[in-house]
């Protein structure tokens, strides 16, 4: 597979003079294209950072990234990612295919157009019934779909997601992460997913990226090649226990943040 990101040698740091706080050191990482490749590690290691930098909300202060070829202002500017936050960020006073055919709206495309985009978006979600609903008529992980819905109006290559599920109930994550593993199976998008949590990378990813504690350095790479279908019942397979215990013992003396394994 060719790459679709790439990271050559990234470093980001905060501030200047004497309070110069280094975030990521010597980042080198190919992401390949279709993969679903998380970022893991300990609160304030910057993997969130890491993100922010492939979607141009930040510039690297060292090193180069590239998406498809293209700096990420270029791959921004050409829409070839969308992004999905820890909050899915709606309009209150709009509906649900209104909040999803936001993005359109900017670009000049007609009303019947728009509509017709998110209710095929909406359909890939599984929330075409529920088009015509506010946000607030909607539960938590319902609007989180809608902002994955809206992340794919421009049906991007790439899907960035930064810690979507953080704030959910564990029967609502579950749920999403099997939404996520469909979707991308269903569009063979190019996924990179932010989480502090163990067993949410061992059951999404096909790569897990450990970051050290900071500043964030690469620790390791684990490849993750769980047997059959990546179904609920996979977690409870000898081998999920034992990726979980390979990516954990990554950390220093196998010490870890008890948050790893929410």
């Not at 004497?18 to 010597?26: F, P, R, W």
């Not at 007609?110 to 209710?119: D, H, N, P, Q, S």
């Not at 075409?128 to 506010?134: D, G, I, M, N, R």
Request: proline share 5%.
């Amino acid at each position: 597979m060719s790459a679709e990101i790439t990271f050559q040698h990234v470093g980001m740091t905060f501030g200047t003079g004497d309070k110069i706080v280094t975030a990521l050191s010597d980042i080198s990482l190919d992401i390949a294209r279709g993969e679903i490749v998380s970022l893991l590690g300990p609160s304030g290691c910057g993997k969130s950072t890491l993100l922010r930098l492939i979607a141009d909300l930040l510039t690297p202060t060292g090193g180069s990234i590239q998406v498809e070829g293209d700096t990420p202002e270029r791959a921004r500017l050409q829409r070839k990612f969308g992004i999905i936050f820890q909050q899915p960020t709606l309009l209150e006073w709009r509906n649900v295919t209104d909040n999803v055919s936001l993005p359109l709206e900017f670009t000049g495309i007609g009303k019947k157009e728009r509509k017709a985009v998110a209710l095929e978006k909406l359909r890939i979600v599984g929330l075409e019934k529920f088009a015509s609903h506010y946000p607030w008529q909607l539960s938590g992980g319902m609007q989180q779909r809608v902002a994955i819905a809206r992340a794919l109006t421009f049906d991007p290559p790439v899907l960035l997601m930064d810690e979507p599920f953080s704030a959910l109930d564990e029967f609502t994550k579950e749920k999403l992460h099997l939404e996520v593993i469909r979707i991308q199976q269903q569009t063979g998008k190019t996924v990179v997913f932010v989480t502090h949590s163990i067993p949410e990378a061992v059951f999404l990813s096909d790569r897990v990226v450990v970051l050290s504690a900071h500043p964030g350095r690469m620790k390791h790479i684990v490849e993750v090649q769980l047997p059959g279908e990546r179904d609920l019942k996979i977690r409870e397979h000898p081998e999920f226990f034992d990726y979980m215990t390979q990516i954990r013992n990554c950390f220093d003396g196998g010490a870890y943040d008890e948050d790893l394994l929410a």
